[in-house]
């Protein structure tokens, strides 16, 4: 009697395991009906860039912002706003933010780092009378990844000249805004 009794708590136990199962991937199905996404695949795959820049003029100068989800990088282009870039020109960097207006930088004291592989500067903003420091660290040189620090931002970038080299996920907005996708952080960067 004990064995049965065992048995039906069991069979119990594991129903109601099953059933929060089908719960949450319901739920997971209407987060992504929620969400109307265009997803392009690369057709290629080559992104690598040098493991290190020999000069200040190897940097590449156009670069866009990536993310990284359980399947790898990819470039968001979100419902609203555009994909942020950085642009290096000559002594100026200019951001190009999701939302707001591009902001234009001084660059001074631009130097080399840590066995060629990252280099930093001195970022002044003349308009609203600010500076602050700016780094740029390879990654993963592999899939052309590099990590830019400025002003409390962290932001994964590759050059502009590989995005068709990744997966480009659009979030669909015609009508009305819709939810934004959540990224793995990158804290694990240092």
Known sequence: MKNLINIFVSFVILSCNGQSKTEIKK??????????LTITYPKINRREIAKTRKSLNAIQKDWIKVEKDKDGYLIYQPCDGKTET??????????????ENPQKFDLEKFTRLTENNA????????????GFEIKARIVDY???????????????????ENFKTFR???????TEKKKEIDFLPIENYK
Request: net charge neutral.
């Open 142 to 160: 592999k899939n052309g990844i590099v990590l830019w620090e400025f002003n409390g931002n962290r932001w994964l970038m590759t050059p502009k």
């Open 27 to 36: 739920a997971n199905e209407k987060q992504n009906a929620e969400l109307d």
């Open 168 to 174: 480009i996920v659009k979030n669909n907005c015609e």
């Open 86 to 99: 950085i642009k290096l020109e000559g002594a100026h960097l200019t951001i190009n933010w999701k939302i």
């Open 119 to 130: 280099f930093r500067a001195d970022g002044y903003d003349s308009e609203n009378k600010m």
